[in-house]
């Protein structure tokens, strides 16, 4: 158990819609990063955030948002779902941005799916 | 930017039998670098990583990867598999200078097959 923790395991919606899944990183971590892993485009990076603060945007679409709350937890937002968007995403949080002593731990992924 | 390739997508070896899975990057100086694991359904798992020093480093469940730098490699090994380790496992490469993105770089993954 890394002690990220995400919300929910399954989500299961039609194209067009909009869900919001949700990331507690581990307690004393400050960033939160999300990724997508999906079987075409593997692992990629989409958004950082450290202390609430944007850090860094990786392939992430125009329909998709985040935001890290003063509690620290992160929420992904995507709307306007397409087939396309199905894939596991995951967020992983460190105590910094990446460097010595600050590696990334990844939370168990919500595993979405567009109907 | 950087990039990683893991040569190997799928990798079959008998219980017991000595692994490498291979990992090269590209990157303009000595980035991060880390190895995770993905067992099904489940997140990855943190395996090991290299910051600086010793080349050599050790990880959980008996894993070590060497940095070579003059390869631009940074290859996993395990002595004897154990058929607990079929996984899938990701090089993975951070950068180290300050450019904002302070992501990691996954590679596509190496799926490891043990036979008994």
């Known amino acids: 158990d890394s002690g990220v923790t995400q919300t929910p395991k399954h989500l299961i919606t039609a194209t067009g819609q909009r869900v919001t899944l949700r990331c507690s990183p581990r307690?004393?971590?400050?960033?939160v990063y999300w990724y997508q892993q999906s079987l075409d485009q593997g692992l990629q990076f989409l958004i950082q955030?450290?202390?609430?603060?944007?850090?860094a945007k990786g392939n992430i679409l125009e329909r998709f948002s985040a935001q890290q709350f003063p509690d620290l937890h992160s929420e992904l937002n995507l709307s306007s779902l397409e087939l396309g968007d199905s894939a596991l995403y995951f967020c992983?949080?460190?105590?910094?941005?990446?460097?010595?002593?600050?590696?990334?731990?990844f939370g168990p992924g919500t595993r979405l799916t567009v109907t | 930017a950087q990039s990683v390739t893991q040569p190997d997508i799928h990798i079959t070896v008998s219980e017991g039998a000595s692994l490498e899975l291979r990992c090269n990057y590209s990157?303009?100086?000595?980035?991060?670098l880390f190895w995770y694991v993905q067992s099904p359904g489940q997140g990855l798992q943190l395996l090991l990583k290299y910051f600086s020093g010793d080349t050599l480093v050790q990880g959980i469940k008996g894993f070590e990867a060497e940095f070579k730098r003059s390869q631009s490699s940074f290859n996993l090994r395990k002595p004897s598999v154990h058929w607990s380790d079929a996984a899938e496992y990701f090089c993975?490469?951070?950068?180290?200078?300050?450019?904002?993105?302070?992501?990691?770089?996954f590679g596509s993954g190496t799926r490891l097959q043990v036979q008994p």
């Open positions: 955030y450290y202390n609430g603060e944007e850090r």
């Open positions: 993975a490469v951070g950068a180290r200078e300050d450019t904002g993105r302070r992501a990691l770089t």
């Open positions: 307690s004393g971590d400050l960033s």
């Open positions: 990157y303009g100086a000595t980035p991060y």
């Open positions: 992983a949080s460190s105590v910094g941005p990446l460097g010595p002593g600050y590696e990334q731990y």
